[in-house]
Each structure stands twice: as structure tokens, then as C-alpha cells.
């Protein structure tokens, strides 16, 4: 049974950093797209960050451009969020989710998610 699982969440400073992993395990996920996804308290579920199979290509969004760099390692099946310049704003459960699909932005592309992991950004 494929399974994916998040960890490295945690409460951290405004200014801070913290470095989610994500480990798969069940099936081998080096041809799929990866991305982080994160939901906030009483809202949807938004788009962070993808990576191809390759990682030939990742994108970001906007609000989180220049301070998170998404990478993963095909070898050891696992994929990561480095998360520097931390803000309150960015206080969420994290996801880490994989599809089949050549880019992925939107939450409906993912088959594969896991249970998450909680990030909290003091001021």
C-alpha cells in the first residue's frame, strides 16, 4: 500500500526555519511530480510547491517564492520543504502529495497524500 509521511513540522519563531521531509514508502514515487500543499485553520487547502520527477522543474507560490525550496531524492524516495524567512502567515498543516500528472498545482491532480504535518510561526 503506497503511503506517504510527513515529519519536521513543529512551532518555530517568525524569522525562523524548519525542513519538512516526506518519506514514501509502499511503491517507488521517482516518476511522479511531488508537491507541498497547507492548510490553514477554517480554510482551503492551497498549493506550496512542486517538483518534477526529475527536478527538471519546480514552482513555487507566490507567497511563499524566495524563502521555501521544494527538492527530493529519487534514491532514497523522499522529497523536502526547506522553509527559511518563516512568518505567523505560514502557520498550517503541511501536506505532502503525489501525482501522476507531468505538473501539478492544483490539489484535485493528486492521488497520493499523506496525513500531514503541523507548522506553527510564532510573532
Known amino acids: 500500500q503506497a503511503q506517504l509521511v510527513e515529519s519536521g513540522g513543529g512551532l518555530v519563531q517568525a524569522g525562523g526555519s524548519l525542513r519538512l521531509s516526506c518519506a514514501a514508502s509502499?511503491?517507488?514515487?521517482?516518476?511522479?511530480?511531488m508537491g507541498w500543499f497547507r492548510q490553514a485553520p477554517g480554510k482551503e487547502r492551497d498549493f506550496v510547491a512542486t517538483i518534477t520527477s526529475n527536478s527538471d522543474y519546480r514552482f513555487y507560490a507566490a507567497s511563499v517564492s524566495g524563502r521555501f525550496t521544494i527538492s527530493r531524492d529519487n534514491a532514497k524516495n523522499t522529497v523536502s520543504l526547506q522553509m527559511n524567512s518563516l512568518k505567523p502567515e505560514d502557520t498550517a498543516v503541511y501536506y505532502c502529495?503525489?501525482?501522476?500528472?507531468?505538473?501539478?498545482?492544483?490539489?484535485?491532480?493528486?492521488?497520493?497524500w499523506g496525513q500531514g504535518t503541523q507548522v506553527t510561526v510564532s510573532s
Open positions: 502529495a503525489a501525482t501522476a500528472a507531468s505538473l501539478g498545482r492544483t490539489a484535485t491532480e493528486y492521488s497520493y
Open positions: 509502499g511503491r517507488t514515487f521517482s516518476g511522479y511530480t
